[in-house]
């Protein structure tokens, strides 16, 4: 398996413009996450989905941030208008989360954003 | 409220020191916890992940604790490399599937 796939690996954009950052979670896994991580607040927990269902989004810091999976391979994170302090980097991550599994979380290799 | 304290948030020692790296939770609660490391500019490579039913699990150099009651795990490294120089992030699973994160401990191993 190729693991989490991000993309755009680098997003440099102006104040106002809408940002989609993608991601594909590895075959199989049934939990979805949208982490963001910055110096100052560490990695900080957006939202995360479970069978494609959002189950926690009290991490979205406003209404400007949207997420989606509307399938099992694919969700998306939207931030419009965007905001010079939307800029971090942005991390996917999934799991197969079951007694039969481990729980363990893989992460993709992130989505540095950078609004001007 | 920080539910996950790293302590301490930075390290350098010289290459060959044994160092323990500390974590803390304050929900007992939890499915698992696992060790990440993080290198500059790169994403999170998981390390080691403890079940909540087990009391250690190693790897290698690597070996980490976690003892529940006193919402305590730790990640011990033997013999450390200039290569083990990284960020390591402990963060627990919640039975909601839902996982914590430490703030980190940057660590740098001097040769």
């Known amino acids: 398996d190729a693991g989490v796939i991000q993309s755009p690996r680098h997003e440099v954009t102006e104040m106002g413009q809408e940002v989609t950052l993608r991601c594909k979670p590895i075959?199989?896994?049934?939990?979805l996450f949208w982490y963001r991580q910055t110096m100052m607040r560490g990695l900080e927990l957006l939202i995360y989905?479970?069978?494609?269902?959002?189950?926690?989004d009290s991490g979205m810091p406003e209404d400007r941030f949207s997420a989606k999976m509307p399938n099992a391979s694919f969700s998306t994170l939207k931030i419009q208008p965007s905001e010079p302090r939307d800029s971090a980097v942005y991390f996917c991550a999934s799991s197969l989360t079951g007694t039969a599994n481990t729980g363990e979380l893989f992460f993709g290799e992130g989505s540095r954003l950078t609004v001007l | 409220k920080q539910e996950v304290t790293q302590i301490p948030a930075a390290l350098s020692v010289p290459e060959g020191e044994n160092l323990v790296l500390n974590c803390s939770f304050t929900d007992s609660a939890i499915y698992n916890l696992q060790w990440f490391r993080q290198d500059p500019g790169k994403g999170l490579t998981s390390l080691l992940l403890i079940q909540s039913s087990q009391r250690e699990q190693t790897s290698g150099r690597l070996n980490a604790s976690l003892d529940k009651s006193s919402g305590r795990s730790t990640l011990y490294i033997a013999a450390s490399q200039p290569g083990d120089s990284a960020t390591y992030l402990c963060?627990?699973?919640?039975?909601?599937?839902?996982?914590?994160f430490g703030q980190g401990t940057t660590l740098q191993v001097k040769p």
């Open positions: 075959s199989g896994h049934d939990y």
């Open positions: 989905f479970n069978n494609n269902v959002p189950i926690d």
């Open positions: 963060a627990f699973l919640r039975d909601t599937g839902k996982l914590i």
